[in-house]
C-alpha cells in the first residue's frame, strides 16, 4: 500500500471499498448495535453509496460510522492518503506538507492531522522523545475565532478570545499526545513541553514567541514557518532558527 497511486489514495469508491474490505472482514456489521446477520446494503440511485441499512435497530449507515473519518466532507480517498502519509513516514509529515499533497486548505489539513493524530494516541507512560528523535509541537483553537482569513489564507489566531486551545506533541514516528489548555502562553507551553517531552529530543514547532525560551531547554530547536506564501516553489517550511 506504498504506491500513492493506488486507486484506493484517488478514488472514493475505491476507498470505501477498501475500507470495507478491512473493516468488515466477516462481513458488514451494525455500529449502533452490533448487529451481524440482519444488515443489508441499499443499492440503486436514491441511496448514498455504501448506505446499509440495520433491520435490527431500523438505523442506517456506512463504514465510516464509529471511525475517525466519520461525518467530514472531505472525500474518503484523501483521508486513507492522510492517515497513511502520517503513520508511514519515516521522517513524520507535518499539517503544511500534507496541505499540500492532499489540496485541502491548511486549515483543513490540520483539523484531518489532529483527527487521525487522536486516533493514534499514545497511552504509554514516559516522556516522549530522546536522544536523536524529533517531537513537534503544534497549537490549534478550536472556535469559530481561532481562525483569521488573510493575505489570501487561513492563520491560526493567538491567545484572543475564548477559543479553547489544544496543544498537540508528536514524536516523528507516531506517538502523538494532546492537551487543552486554558490560554496557550510560554508558561503553559512550557509546562506541557517538560512534563512530556524528554530534554534530549530535537524540537520542532512553529516560530511562535512562546516556544522561544521552552526551546533552549532541548537538545534542539527548530522553528518551521507555516505562513509562507503559496505557489512558492522553494521548500515548503524554512528552517528559521536551528542551533
Ligand atoms: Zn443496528
Redesign the pocket.
Known amino acids: 500500500m506504498c504506491d500513492l497511486t493506488n486507486e484506493i489514495f484517488t478514488n472514493e469508491t475505491a476507498a470505501r471499498e477498501y475500507l470495507e474490505a478491512n473493516r468488515w472482514e466477516d462481513g458488514p456489521f ?1 455500529p ?2 452490533g ?1 451481524t446477520e440482519k444488515v443489508q446494503r441499499l443499492n440503486g440511485e436514491k441511496h448514498r453509496p455504501g448506505l446499509h441499512q ?1 433491520n ?2 431500523r ?1 442506517q449507515f456506512t463504514v465510516t460510522v464509529g471511525t475517525l473519518f466519520e461525518r467530514s466532507k472531505v472525500p474518503l480517498n484523501k483521508w486513507l492518503l492522510a492517515t497513511h502519509l502520517l503513520s508511514s513516514s519515516k521522517k513524520g509529515m507535518s499539517t503544511h506538507q500534507l496541505h499540500r499533497m492532499l489540496g485541502v486548505t491548511y486549515k483543513t489539513a490540520w483539523f484531518m492531522t489532529h483527527r487521525i493524530r487522536e486516533a493514534m494516541k499514545d497511552n504509554r507512560p514516559g516522556p516522549m522523545g530522546g536522544g536523536g528523535k524529533i517531537v513537534e509541537a503544534d497549537e490549534t483553537y478550536i472556535g469559530s475565532t481561532g481562525w483569521v482569513f488573510t493575505h489570501g489564507r487561513w492563520h491560526k489566531k493567538r491567545g484572543t478570545g475564548d477559543a479553547k486551545a489544544i496543544v498537540s506533541l508528536v514524536e516523528r514516528d507516531g506517538r502523538a499526545r494532546s492537551f487543552h489548555v486554558d490560554r496557550v502562553n510560554s508558561k503553559t507551553i512550557r509546562n506541557v513541553l517538560v512534563t512530556n517531552v524528554s530534554r534530549e529530543s530535537d524540537l520542532m514547532t512553529d516560530e511562535a514567541q512562546f516556544y522561544k525560551r521552552v526551546g533552549e531547554e532541548f537538545k534542539g530547536h527548530q522553528s518551521v514557518n507555516h505562513t509562507r506564501k503559496p505557489n512558492n516553489s522553494a521548500p515548503a517550511a524554512s528552517v528559521l532558527a536551528s542551533k
Open positions: 451494525c449502533h448495535c448487529e440495520c435490527s435497530c438505523k
